[in-house]
């Protein structure tokens, strides 16, 4: 049977329907084995066994050396208000996360008392070693790698799980500065259950010694105090980055330009004089009395917009009739 599907994949490529029902290859491997399997044979299916199939995640590619990480979108079910919700929620927690280790306790809020946290690590080389890719797999990833191939000690995987809220965070503080970046973010969801809802968030990480591609998968809950979310479970995934692509990310004809947000930007300005300062500041306290945001959303809008008021009242006016804007963003 296998030969003959091999025979089909030959003949018909493309093809985009196919059903095997009662065919004896279904009853030899797990339901999740035989789809990813017949996935692999045609790509391009779209219906299984008369069953929809939904749209395929592309963290992982056959040929990673050619495709770059998509931008940051959704490949999701959820309805738009929810969509907007997810997003900013993850907005916020990078933001933070890459403020620096020292900042990271601010994020203790977004996670549950109960919360798990775990990560696990793969690091391969092919002959590509370089300043900013290392051979060796980086010591901050080491001591708290749950991958079971390096983590063979009982021990291990019970001190390498963190649980409860004071532990996790703590766990945050002590990792290395990371700097994610923007253009490669990808988030993955689905729809809400029972106010639960599994979100995957990938890209790739800059740190100050090394490239990293990684996938965060995390279990939020709704967050009942400011109608945002819990994270009931944190577990990163990470490997070594693959030279060429982070090369083409970084060309400049090739990295897409990043859709106004409510994300830090880099200064557009130079250093400021005393002068500029005070019309800045008046330039917040403007904002802040139109959109009712708070100082930090406002600095944030202005600086997307390159410190031009009309801009930045157009990104907060298009941003909010998009219910993009977290409630609790707004003073009350």
């Not at 801009?311 to 219910?323: P, T, V």
């Amino acid at each position: 049977m296998v030969r003959e599907l091999q025979q089909l994949k030959n003949f018909a490529p493309n093809i985009t329907h196919l059903s095997l029902v009662n065919n004896p290859i279904k009853n030899l491997m797990e339901e999740s084995q035989y789809i990813s399997d017949i996935r692999k044979l045609f790509p391009k299916l779209i219906h299984l066994d008369n069953v929809p199939l939904p749209e395929k995640i592309k963290f992982d590619s056959d040929e990673p050396e050619n495709i770059l990480p998509p931008k940051k979108t959704f490949s999701i079910l959820l309805e738009a208000n929810q969509k907007s919700a997810v997003e900013n929620f993850f907005l916020q927690f990078v933001r933070i996360h890459d403020s620096g280790p020292e900042s990271r306790g601010q994020l203790a809020p977004a996670y549950d008392e109960t919360c798990l946290f775990s990560s696990a690590t793969s690091w391969r080389t092919k002959g590509d070693v370089n300043n900013k890719f290392p051979t060796k797999m980086p010591g901050d990833l080491i001591k708290r790698n749950r991958n079971f191939k390096h983590c063979a000690r009982a021990e291990q995987k019970e001190t390498r799980l963190f649980i409860g809220r004071d532990n996790v965070v703590k766990e945050l503080c002590d990792m290395e500065h990371t700097k994610h970046m923007l253009h490669t973010l990808n988030i993955d969801t689905a729809a809400i259950c029972n106010g639960h809802v599994t979100a995957v968030l990938s890209g790739i990480i800059d740190t100050p010694n090394d490239y990293r591609t990684f996938s965060r998968t995390f279990i939020l809950s709704g967050n009942p105090t400011n109608g945002s979310f819990l994270i009931l479970n944190d577990q990163l995934s990470a490997v070594r980055s693959n030279p060429d692509i982070v090369k083409k990310i970084e060309s400049p004809d090739l990295t897409p330009a990043l859709a106004p947000d409510l994300t830090p930007a880099p200064a557009a300005v130079p250093a400021p004089t005393s002068a500029a300062n005070q019309a800045k500041v008046d330039l917040l306290a403007r904002v802040q009395s139109a959109t009712k945001m708070v100082t930090d959303y406002c600095q944030q809008c202005l600086e997307a917009a390159g410190w031009d008021f009309e801009k930045a009242m157009s990104i907060f006016r298009d941003m909010h009739a998009k219910g993009q804007i977290p409630a609790h963003v707004f003073i009350k």
